[in-house]
């Protein structure tokens, strides 16, 4: 005979599956979904056997805190998005500043290995590394406490707000991000643009152009590198403080 707390788990197991795939889209894709689904579903149990009835809350909603706080549990177990990624972009952000504000155009990949001291090989090396960069990083825009601290950014992953992007692109900030992307080059625009508008994953997306889906990865990154630089450039280096809150990298 199946017990209560089973029957929960039974019952509520497709919606880990849910969670974490929702949680998986803000995420580098080096974070396993399995290893998300895993730790979900230990939040799970756990909801399961801490629940108590008539305490006036539902057992869905309930199980959804839960399942969300185990899984963000498991990325700061695994130091998500760790600080060597971000020193890595930033070399590559401050090569492709450097070569672009002197020559006015696109650097090419040949040019920011050069600038690196890599071989181009090696500098593609870098960027599957660096695949985790997103635009603008959460752990530089989070909420400051009084005490000079910021709010973990992760906190902020799980949350059911809008895109948080959404609540940026306006006035000045939208205008310089356009025209970031117009002088990007084609393929780079043409990647972001079947990343973010048509939803494709770097499978289908390297399907379309005829690349695998590690190029297909490393040109997504070195499109928002070159991003980030241009918006260095333009004295975009932090957003306004009151859109931090709900920023999510």
Same mark, same amino acid.
């Given at each position: 005979?199946? *017990?209560?707390t089973e029957a929960l788990i039974q019952e509520h197991a497709p919606l880990v599956r849910r969670l974490a795939l929702k949680l998986a889209t803000k995420l580098p894709a080096s974070v396993e979904l399995d290893d998300l689904i895993q730790s979900g579903m230990i939040g799970l149990?756990?909801?399961?056997?801490? /629940?108590?009835?008539?305490?006036?809350?539902? /057992?869905?909603?309930?199980?959804?805190?839960? $399942?969300?706080?185990?899984?963000? @549990?498991?990325?700061?177990?695994?130091?998500?998005? &760790?600080?060597?990624?971000?020193?890595?972009?930033?070399? $590559? #952000?401050?090569? !492709?500043?450097?070569?672009?504000? +002197?020559?006015?155009?696109?650097?090419? @990949?040949?040019?920011?290995?050069?600038?690196?001291?890599?071989?181009?090989?090696?500098?593609?090396?870098?960027?599957? #590394?660096?695949?985790? $960069?997103?635009?603008?990083?959460?752990?530089?825009?989070? &909420?400051?406490?009084? @005490?000079?601290?910021?709010?973990? &950014?992760?906190?902020?992953?799980? *949350?059911?707000?809008?895109?948080?992007?959404?609540?940026?692109?306006?006035? #000045?900030?939208?205008?310089?991000?356009?025209?970031? $992307? +117009?002088?990007? &080059?084609?393929?780079?625009?043409?990647?972001?643009?079947?990343?973010?508008?048509?939803?494709?994953?770097?499978? +289908? !997306?390297? +399907?379309?152009?005829?690349?695998?889906?590690?190029?297909?990865?490393?040109?997504?990154?070195?499109?928002?590198?070159?991003?980030?630089?241009?918006?260095?450039?333009?004295?975009?280096?932090?957003?306004?403080?009151?859109?931090?809150?709900?920023?999510?990298?």
């Amino acid at each position: 005979m199946t *017990s209560p707390t089973e029957a929960l788990i039974q019952e509520h197991a497709p919606l880990v599956r849910r969670l974490a795939l929702k949680l998986a889209t803000k995420l580098p894709a080096s974070v396993e979904l399995d290893d998300l689904i895993q730790s979900g579903m230990i939040g799970l149990l756990d909801a399961a056997r801490k /629940f108590q009835k008539g305490k006036g809350a539902q /057992f869905t909603s309930y199980a959804i805190t839960r $399942i969300n706080g185990a899984m963000l @549990d498991e990325l700061r177990r695994q130091d998500w998005l &760790p600080r060597s990624v971000r020193q890595r972009s930033k070399q $590559i #952000e401050s090569a !492709i500043h450097a070569i672009e504000k +002197e020559s006015g155009r696109s650097a090419s @990949d040949q040019e920011i290995a050069e600038h690196l001291g890599v071989k181009t090989e090696a500098f593609h090396s870098m960027l599957e #590394e660096a695949q985790g $960069i997103q635009l603008v990083h959460s752990e530089d825009l989070s &909420p400051r406490f009084e @005490d000079g601290g910021r709010a973990d &950014p992760l906190d902020t992953v799980a *949350s059911d707000e809008p895109n948080p992007l959404e609540n940026l692109l306006c006035g #000045e900030f939208k205008r310089c991000l356009v025209h970031a $992307i +117009e002088n990007l &080059p084609e393929r780079e625009k043409l990647v972001l643009h079947l990343s973010y508008e048509q939803d494709l994953n770097f499978n +289908e !997306i390297g +399907e379309v152009l005829n690349l695998t889906r590690g190029r297909v990865s490393q040109l997504r990154t070195q499109a928002i590198t070159r991003l980030r630089a241009a918006l260095s450039d333009m004295h975009w280096t932090a957003m306004p403080e009151e859109s931090a809150a709900s920023l999510m990298s």
